[in-house]
């Protein structure tokens, strides 16, 4: 692909993606957040195991920042005891990510990924009725 129509392509993809930004519920961002560390950590295992260390370590990089949002986002006054544990799994995630990149453990990068898709999991099975009213009383 040549470099117009690639950077044409990026400028398209951010457009899209500030779209879905901009209209999404806060329930909506968190999905998403999980998806694209998820996405991260699908790739960085990929760029691990054809030994491209700068886009490993750029993806795995990426991920940390996304679960450091998700981890900066959390209200323990108001979350209590399951934002606290929240809260010490995103720290858990980070560190095996890290732990990931600097010995080219694939399997960590596996347990991460496990970790954010149950995560993923719990937050789509929230039910509609549940994600609205949420909404309503903010």
Do not use: F
């Not at 370590?57 to 940390?64: E, K, R, V």
């Amino acid at each position: 692909m040549n470099y117009s129509v690639n950077k044409g392509l990026k400028q398209y993809n951010q457009v899209v993606a500030q779209s879905a930004v901009g209209g999404a519920t806060p329930h909506r961002l968190i999905q998403m957040l999980l998806e694209g560390a998820i996405n991260k950590i699908t790739m960085a295992k990929g760029y691990m195991n054809h030994n491209d260390v700068p886009n490993k370590g750029s993806h795995i990089s990426w991920a940390i920042a996304i679960i450091g949002g998700l981890r900066g986002s959390l209200n323990k006054e108001a979350g209590g005891a399951i934002a606290q544990n929240l809260d010490d799994l995103y720290d858990y995630m980070c560190r095996r990510l890290v732990q990931a990149n600097l010995n080219n453990q694939p399997e960590l990068l596996d347990e991460v990924n496990a970790l954010l898709r149950e995560l993923k999991s719990g937050w789509d099975s929230i039910p509609i009725e549940v994600q609205q009213s949420a909404k309503a009383s903010e």
